[in-house]
């Protein structure tokens, strides 16, 4: 006479997911004056605006979980949004097992705890996607707001170049800036 046996295996796994996305682009700025000029300038402006110096050169401006580091000399901007979260993934197995036919009970547990952990494994991707899509979600809101800020700065570093270079030419005998519409004249004694 063949028993059979039912077999609840249970597993729960604590993971930390991350997800992230990052966009990296070049700032325009024109070559007004000599690029260590323009990038000495850049990098003031950047500092004015909240960014800090690293070792390596670059400035950084972290808010929450985006990051945004901008290299003076080259003009690179890149833009990184990360999100992380610890969860716990549970799941339950049922399996059964007979002692005289068919899988035997240490199988059945076997096979049920190899099937629990591909679960759990596909729960922890379906997480992760969640994690990803946060992030680039939570990127692409901060790039609404950094664009105009970043044309702002660019803006105001030409200017500042301009006025620089300017001095170089000659005396500067009256510079005119409308504020609406960013223009600028500068009118110099050569």
């Not at 997800?19 to 070049?26: A, M, N, P």
């Not at 800090?52 to 003009?75: A, W």
């Not at 680039?136 to 030409?158: F, M, W, Y």
């Amino acid at each position: 006479m063949s028993r059979a046996y039912r077999i609840t295996v249970r597993e729960s796994e604590t993971r930390d997911l991350r997800g992230s996305d990052e966009i990296c682009t070049q700032l325009e700025l024109l070559g007004i004056l000599p690029p260590e000029a323009m990038a000495k300038l850049l990098a003031d402006e950047l500092k004015r605006g909240g960014f800090t110096e690293g070792e390596d050169g670059k400035l950084t401006r972290e808010t929450g979980k985006l990051t945004v580091t901008v290299d003076p000399c080259s003009g690179e901007v890149s833009v990184k949004s990360e999100a992380e979260e610890r969860v716990t993934i549970e799941a339950k197995k049922e399996a059964t097992g007979w002692d005289d036919a068919g899988p035997a009970p240490d199988d059945a547990r076997a096979r049920a705890k190899e099937q629990l952990k591909a679960d759990i494994d596909k729960r922890a991707e379906r997480e992760s996607a969640r994690l990803q899509a946060e992030a680039s979600k939570a990127l692409e809101a901060h790039l609404d707001d950094l664009q105009p800020e970043l044309g702002k700065i660019v803006n105001k570093v030409t200017r500042e170049a301009l006025k620089e270079k300017a001095k170089q030419l000659g005396a500067i005998r009256e510079i005119a800036e409308d504020a609406e519409t960013g223009n600028m004249t500068i009118t110099i004694e050569v």
